[in-house]
Nanobody, 128 residues
């Protein structure tokens, strides 16, 4: 029902910045909560950030808090993740996800199992 396509990944130097984008189609984007997750080789997929459908409330993992900003443009059906002061440990495949639930909380939106739709991922590599 919903398709998500990530873009904006690439190779950057430590301390640099990237802006990831996630374009949605197949359903009114304003009706969906959205999140970003990442997965590095040998590690589990982990929560990065989320934004609610109703009022744009945002949540961040401790590892990126203060360095990243999640936002959305419902007119363009797109969610963004601005990442600054990048570190080599930020290297991972970044995935966009969407949740159709009417309610939300930080506990819910930081869990992989909460989300109904996933993109294919975009690679972020940070060199030292």
């Amino acid at each position: 029902q919903v398709q998500l396509v990530e873009s904006g990944g690439g190779l950057v130097q430590a301390g640099g910045s990237l802006r990831l984008s996630c374009a949605a189609s197949g359903r009114t984007f304003s009706s969906l909560n959205a999140g970003w997750f990442r997965q590095a080789p040998g590690k589990e997929r982990e929560f990065v950030a989320a934004i609610s459908r109703s009022d744009g409330t945002t949540y961040y993992a401790d590892s990126v808090k203060g360095r990243s900003t999640i936002s959305r443009d419902n007119t363009r059906n797109t969610v963004y993740l601005q990442m600054n002061s990048l570190k080599p440990e930020d290297t991972a495949v970044y995935y966009c996800a969407a949740d159709r639930s009417l309610r939300y909380s930080f506990v819910m939106l930081r869990s992989r199992s909460e989300y109904d739709y996933w993109g294919q991922g975009t690679q972020v590599t940070v060199s030292s």
